[in-house]
């Protein structure tokens, strides 16, 4: 079973879709993105009230994890995002390794 989402042949996860537009539903009220991702789109940032949620992504374009930040750095962390995704990524892959 997969995703219901036009152009997403991702895992079904629950309601209908995989965990990434699910995750979308409950988290923006709606879908944000129907075309699959690469490795080079940006991450997703998303704000809900006075937190800003930071998807993050595996190569495959599968959502791997979300960083919780309040949404008074959104500004910051935007212009310095890359650095802090990567470093994001490499302290989640490294906890991933320690499972
Ligand atoms: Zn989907």
């Keep these: 079973m997969f995703c219901s989402v036009d152009n997403c ?3 079904h996860y629950a309601n209908g879709y995989c965990q990434r537009h699910y995750q979308q539903i409950k988290i923006h009220g709606k ?3 129907l075309v699959k991702r690469t ?5 997703e ?11 993050l ?3 495959r374009g599968e959502e791997i994890a979300k960083a919780k930040i309040d949404v008074k750095y959104y500004d910051q962390i935007k212009l310095q995002y890359l650095k802090i995704i990567q470093d994001l990524e490499r302290v989640y892959f490294k906890l991933k390794r320690e499972d």
């Design 9 to 11: 042949d991702s895992k």
């Design 57 to 59: 992504y595996n190569a």
């Design 39 to 43: 490795p080079y789109d940006p991450n």
């Design 45 to 55: 940032f998303i704000i809900d009230k006075n937190i800003c949620w930071i998807i």
């Design 31 to 33: 879908i944000i993105t």
